[in-house]
C-alpha cells in the first residue's frame, strides 16, 4: 500500500483512563474539553473524537448532558472540525480473580447492552461515533461488547445515519467487523482505527500493524495509533502505510520525555511529522469526503 499524501488527523481530548491526576492539561469539564477541542483543530486536527467526565470528579461519564454541552460549545464557536463521539462507554466489567461468579460485578464495573450505550448518538447525530469490535482483557479488566451487542450497535447506528468508526483492539476484532459489513450492518465507506499497545490488545509493533492492514476490506478507510512513547512514531509509521493517524491525551501526555502535552502540541506534532514525510494534512472539508460523511452545515 502507497504512502498517504493526504493525512486526517484525529485528536482523542480525554479519553476514560485514570490520567486527571497525571496531567494538568487533561481536559475535565465540558467547557475544558470544548475549549481543547477547538485548540486542536485550530492546530490542523480534521476530526476529535470526545469522552466526557464528572466535571466534579474527573470520572469516566456517559451523561447524554455532557456530551451535549460539549458539542453545543464547540459549535458556538464557529470552528470546522468533524465531532467523533465515543460510544465505546458502558463495557467495562470488573471480577473477582478467585471468586469471579460467587461475588459477581466489582467497584469499577460500568456494563451495559450495546443499544443503552448509545442515547448521546441518537440525540445529538454526530458526524461519527465509535464501535468497539470485540471483547478484551484490558488491562487487568475485561471489556465487553459480545457479538450480539455489536449487531445491534452497528444496526442502529446505520438507522441514526451516523458513520461508525470501527475500534480494532486485535485481529479477531477486525475479523469481526468484516463480518458486520458482510451482513450489511455498515454501509460503505468503511472506516477503522487500529489500536495498538493497550494491554492485552495488539501490541505496537510495525509487522503486526501491516499485517492488520493487509487484512482490511477493499476501500475501507483506516487510521492508527499507538500508547504513550510510540504515539509519534506511529504517525509516520500508519503515514507510511497508506493509514491516518490519531494523537491526543487519551492515549500520551508527554510532548517528550518529561514534557506535559496539550491536544495542541501533540496535534501540532503530528502535523510537523506528516509535512516532513512529504504529506499534508487533511481539512475537516477534505475529511468528510473521503469519509463519506454529510458536508458541513
Given amino acids: 500500500m502507497p504512502m498517504n499524501d493526504s493525512v486526517i488527523i484525529t485528536c482523542a481530548l ?18 475544558q474539553i470544548a475549549a481543547s477541542a477547538v485548540e486542536a483543530a485550530e492546530a490542523g486536527a480534521a476530526v476529535v473524537h ?9 470520572a469516566p461519564s ?14 458556538e464557536t464557529g470552528t470546522d472540525v468533524v465531532i467523533n463521539l465515543t460510544a465505546g462507554m458502558g463495557g467495562d466489567l ?28 441518537e440525540e445529538l447525530l454526530p458526524d461519527i461515533c465509535t464501535l468497539d469490535c470485540g471483547s478484551l482483557n484490558f488491562g487487568d479488566n475485561l471489556y465487553i461488547s459480545t ?19 470501527l475500534e480494532i483492539f486485535d485481529t479477531g476484532q477486525l475479523w469481526f467487523a468484516k463480518q458486520l459489513h458482510a451482513e450489511g450492518l455498515l454501509d460503505d465507506p468503511s472506516v477503522f482505527q487500529l489500536c495498538m499497545g493497550i494491554p492485552w490488545g495488539a501490541p505496537p509493533e510495525p509487522e503486526v500493524l501491516q499485517s492488520m492492514v493487509n487484512f482490511l476490506p477493499e476501500g475501507a478507510q483506516w487510521a492508527s495509533f499507538a500508547l504513550g512513547r510510540m504515539q509519534m512514531p506511529w ?18 501526555l508527554y510532548l517528550s520525555k518529561g514534557v506535559k502535552a496539550t491536544n495542541g502540541q501533540l496535534t501540532e506534532r503530528a502535523v510537523q511529522i506528516t509535512e516532513l514525510l512529504g504529506a499534508k494534512v487533511a481539512t475537516p472539508a477534505e475529511a468528510r469526503e473521503r469519509l463519506g460523511l454529510k458536508p458541513r452545515k
Fill in 14 to 31: 480525554t479519553g476514560a483512563g485514570d490520567t486527571v491526576s497525571r496531567s494538568p492539561h487533561v481536559p475535565v469539564t465540558p467547557e
Fill in 62 to 75: 456517559r451523561d447524554p448532558k455532557l456530551y451535549r454541552e460539549v458539542v453545543e460549545r464547540v459549535k
Fill in 235 to 252: 504517525v509516520a509509521q500508519s503515514i507510511l502505510l497508506g493509514g491516518n493517524v490519531r494523537v491526543g491525551l487519551e492515549d500520551n
Fill in 94 to 121: 470488573v471480577l473477582d480473580a478467585d471468586q469471579p461468579l460467587e461475588k459477581g460485578a466489582q467497584p469499577g464495573t460500568d456494563l451495559v447492552g450495546g443499544l443503552d450505550r448509545l442515547p448521546h448518538v
Fill in 147 to 165: 457479538p450480539e451487542m455489536l449487531r445491534k450497535g452497528a444496526k442502529r447506528i446505520q438507522e441514526l445515519g451516523v458513520r461508525p468508526e
Fill in 50 to 58: 470526545i469522552h466526557v467526565r464528572d466535571p466534579e470528579t474527573g
